[in-house]
């Protein structure tokens, strides 16, 4: 279930111009999976349907159909099913998180392959973690079977804001030594070095944006309009609108966290600033409470275990956490009228659920809410590992790039 691409789907060239892309797209997308289907949907002849098949044939992207012939819906002969061979390349992933991280091989269609979870600490540094992921990857590859040279791109996801044309980290609060920093050179000359396979694209997005990319694209492929909300050691945002993650201009969108709240004016944010929401409602401010009382926690990830233990203090601060954060999804929702909030990351649970919903509902216009579902995570920790293979995937076999890659590849 994991790799089905949104309902939205890519806009394709109509009236005879489609390119061997465009109809790649109509059959990864499932609008059009027969020749007379392409035909009727592109308005090209049947031998320039057949020519472009052919090259995307050539190059391994295109198989036919396990099920066999299918029943044309207006008679005549039966016409075999097309789809995307997602054999041809694997993918690498990888999620860091502020002590530990997640990385994956995957399939071209987002089934995870071979997983590793170990610490890497993000104050280490980009080119000791960068470091130590080119070995993870390594091993992942021989564990799962695959060879560096079937590699066809690499997704990072981070925990910061990220700026997605230079793939670069932009002002990290939780991530020290970061800022400005080359991780797309830094980890492709990691994975190169190690196993002396061609340079492979890399591309870099925030944790956020790629849990909420993720979970639409598997979960709601018809919400227009769905936004996650991602609470652990900080608190960001995710915007998935059309099928894509809205960035804004910077890479900015959706940091909701540094958003000044009345409860915070004396709280020291790790950005510097006091006031913000994460100061006072993230999985690391819960921590330093339930510290204070003499409970052991110091992260976001010890108080997901006290909650999953049922840890009444822990429960109590949990939904004290989810009413602040649902005061301010109270203006996220009023300005995008989603059709899903998802809640994810160490604190999503009953407790910061209840929370949300309690301020939330009060809050907003009724208008925002009335078709709004508050849901928690259906992927869960894998989240970030499938949005960033997803992105890669999305990236390189997108219409405008296929021809590119085609001529490349010599077919
Ligand atoms: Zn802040």
């Given at each position: 279930m994991t790799g089905r691409p949104s309902r939205t789907g890519k806009a394709i060239r109509a009236g005879g111009q489609a390119s061997a892309g465009d109809l790649l797209e109509l059959v990864r997308s499932g609008r059009a999976t027969t020749r007379g289907a392409l035909q009727r949907v592109t308005g090209l002849s049947r031998a320039t349907v057949g020519q472009r098949l052919d090259r995307l044939f050539r190059a391994g992207w295109l198989r036919e159909g396990a099920g066999g012939p299918v029943e044309s819906p207006l008679g005549g002969r039966p016409s075999i099913t097309l789809e995307f061979d997602d054999e041809h390349a694997v993918v690498l992933a990888a999620d860091l998180d502020t002590r530990h991280a997640r990385a994956a091989v995957l399939t071209l269609t987002g089934e995870i392959l071979a997983e590793h979870t170990g610490t890497l600490v993000i104050e280490d540094g980009p080119d000791t973690v960068l470091g130590e992921l080119g070995h993870w990857f390594a091993a992942l590859l021989e564990k799962a079977g695959h060879r560096p040279q079937e590699v066809c791109g690499i997704g990072l996801a981070v925990p910061g804001p990220v700026d997605s044309d230079t793939g670069r980290v932009v002002q990290p609060p939780i991530m020290p030594g970061w800022d400005g920093h080359d991780l797309r050179g830094r980890l492709a000359r990691s994975f190169t070095d190690l196993t002396g396979a061609r340079t492979p694209p890399v591309l870099v997005d925030n944790d956020a944006n790629l849990m909420a990319y993720a979970e639409q694209r598997t979960g709601?492929?018809?919400?227009?309009a769905f936004v996650l909300v991602k609470v652990s050691t900080g608190i960001g945002a995710g915007v998935v609108v059309d099928g894509s993650i809205y960035r804004g201009i910077d890479g900015?969108?959706?940091?909701?966290?540094h958003i000044r709240v009345?409860?915070?004016?004396?709280a020291l944010c790790r950005c510097g600033?006091?006031?913000?929401?994460a100061a006072v409602a993230s999985g690391g401010a819960v921590a330093r409470r339930l510290a204070a009382t003499g409970v052991r926690a110091a992260s976001g990830s010890d108080v997901r275990d006290l909650l999953a233990a049922g840890h009444p203090e822990a429960a109590a601060l949990a939904r004290e956490a989810g009413r602040r954060v649902g005061d301010v999804l109270a203006t996220v929702v009023t300005l995008l009228n989603p059709g899903v909030l998802m809640i994810a990351g160490d604190l999503a649970g009953t407790p910061f659920l209840t929370g949300v919903r309690e301020l939330l509902y009060q809050r907003a216009l009724p208008r925002s809410t009335a078709h709004l579902d508050v849901v928690t995570s259906r992927l869960g920790e894998r989240a970030g590992l499938v949005g960033a293979g997803a992105l890669v995937v999305e990236h390189l076999y997108a219409p405008e790039r296929v021809e590119e890659r085609l001529l490349a590849l010599g077919v």
């Open positions: 709601y492929p018809d919400c227009s900015g969108a959706g940091d909701i966290g009345p409860e915070g004016a004396q600033s006091y006031g913000c929401l």
